[in-house]
């Protein structure tokens, strides 16, 4: 199929060719490149918002409640739910369709789980590419759900308009939280499972955390005790994205930080490209024959520059 064509389709809601251009993606085809280049003006108009937090956390579950209420809304929307993979074999668990189940016969939701494929962040590269397809598809509120460990809230961050770390008693103190450094991640905090023991104590703490540290910041990150199981607080959630993204279109935040997704994306485009290239140039027959040596003799600086110093590994 030609891109025009793939784009076309795309553009117009076409759920299996939207299917297909985001298997493209994941498989690196370069046939997907006209297609991304002819759609990424209609990008953009959409919301995309990001989820993270551990493991056990309840993201995929209070995913499942944002998207059964932004359906009653009327909205049509796109999942990326980023799952863990394995560094040897690729393969993830891909566990969060089975989670959002319900919405899989609905042809307004469009669900995609991705391996992380060791992607540094624990994000998959295909991620962003995918984001802008759901979003020239027509899909005007885009969840991006991170695997949570890592440096993927930072990867998140830098995808999402609105950030929801979702936070549980069984995750510790606000200390804790400050050590990891999510505070200045979040745009929304959210204490998950608040019906157990512990989560009041949390939210006071992380109240007081946002006090001490956000008072002054022209965005205050709302606390939200929510449980997603049962489907409370999901109202006063939704209300408080709406909120965010009000604020960032009023103060010229929401351009600001589009403009450094781009500046991230191309830094991600040569850091990717670069590594394919140094994978091609170790697999060369000069330099297996030196990594075969003793190791104890192998100057990998010293290899790393002929890497870098040859021509053809320049230009890729």
Do not use: C
Request: zero cysteines; a negative charge; charged letters at 30%.
């Amino acid at each position: 199929m030609a891109a025009s064509d793939l784009a076309a389709r795309v553009a117009g809601g076409d759920v299996r060719a939207l299917a297909r251009a985001i298997r493209m993606v994941e498989d690196g085809d370069p046939a997907i490149d006209p297609v991304i280049r002819e759609l990424r003006s209609r990008a953009g108009s959409g919301r995309l918002l990001g989820v993270t937090g551990p493991p056990g956390s309840g993201k995929s579950t209070l995913s499942d409640r944002l998207i059964a209420h932004w359906r009653h809304d009327g909205h049509r929307v796109g999942v990326i739910a980023v799952d863990p993979s394995s560094p040897f074999s690729g393969g993830a668990i891909l566990g969060d369709r089975v989670r959002m189940q319900r919405h899989a016969t609905d042809s307004g939701v469009f669900i995609r789980s991705m391996a992380a494929r060791g992607h540094l962040g624990g994000l998959a590269s295909a991620a962003r590419e995918a984001v802008r397809l759901l979003d020239a598809s027509g899909r005007d509120r885009t969840l991006i759900e991170t695997v949570g460990v890592g440096q993927s809230e930072l990867e998140v961050m830098q995808l999402a308009d609105t950030v929801i770390v979702v936070t549980t008693p069984a995750t510790g103190d606000s200390v804790q939280i400050s050590k990891a450094g999510i505070l200045e991640i979040a745009d929304i905090f959210v204490v998950n499972k608040a019906d157990l023991p512990g989560a009041p104590k949390v939210y006071r703490e992380l109240k007081d955390l946002v006090r001490q540290t956000k008072a002054h910041a022209p965005w205050v990150p709302p606390v939200i005790q929510v449980s997603a199981q049962e489907g409370t607080g999901i109202d006063e959630l939704v209300a408080d994205i709406d909120k965010h993204t009000e604020s960032m279109e009023g103060s010229g935040e929401l351009e600001r930080r589009r403009r450094e997704r781009v500046r991230a994306e191309v830094e991600a485009i040569v850091v990717e490209r670069a590594a394919r290239r140094v994978r091609a140039a170790l697999d060369d027959e000069s330099m297996r024959a030196a990594l075969a040596d003793d190791p104890g003799s192998v100057d990998p600086y010293a290899l790393a520059e002929r890497i870098l110093n040859t021509d053809g590994a320049a230009r890729g």
